[in-house]
């Protein structure tokens, strides 16, 4: 379940589709008019579904709904993995939030997420194939 926005969730979405691994798009804005073409087929498939927490009033997405959209993910999860948050960041502001009210966060072990383990992210190990 993701807004798959930035490159590493786009980078996610395209990994979901081509293995054919069921997802959730949520949207940080009303429901799409259009979707791509490769999401569009995955849905129709019934691997994916694309859901938003807005309605279609809201057509383009802000930083506000892309919080709002952020929270409403969190909350619907058992824990939020964030492989990355910029230090000072939105990322980690709303990492901040989430820890404090009480949900797992999950992050990699690297030099660039020590700020979301001192935050109190839980280590997982990377996967190698």
């Known amino acids: 379940m993701s807004g798959f926005h930035s490159p590493v969730e786009r980078e996610c979405l395209r990994i979901l589709l081509d293995l054919r691994l069921p997802f959730v798009l949520v949207l940080a804005r009303g429901a799409p008019q259009r979707l791509p073409a490769d999401v569009r087929s995955a849905i129709d498939a019934g691997l994916a579904e694309c859901i938003s ?50 949900k797992r966060l999950v992050t990699f072990e690297s030099v660039a997420t020590q700020n979301l383990i001192a935050l109190g992210a839980t280590v997982i190990q990377s996967v190698t194939r």
Not at 74 to 91: H, I, Q, R
């Open 53 to 102: 927490p807005f309605s279609r009033s809201v057509v383009r997405p802000t930083t506000a709904t892309a919080y709002q959209r952020n929270m409403f993910v969190a909350e619907m999860s058992d824990s939020v993995l964030v492989p990355y948050a910029s230090p000072g960041g939105k990322t980690e502001a709303l990492c901040t939030v989430l820890v404090a009210n009480g």
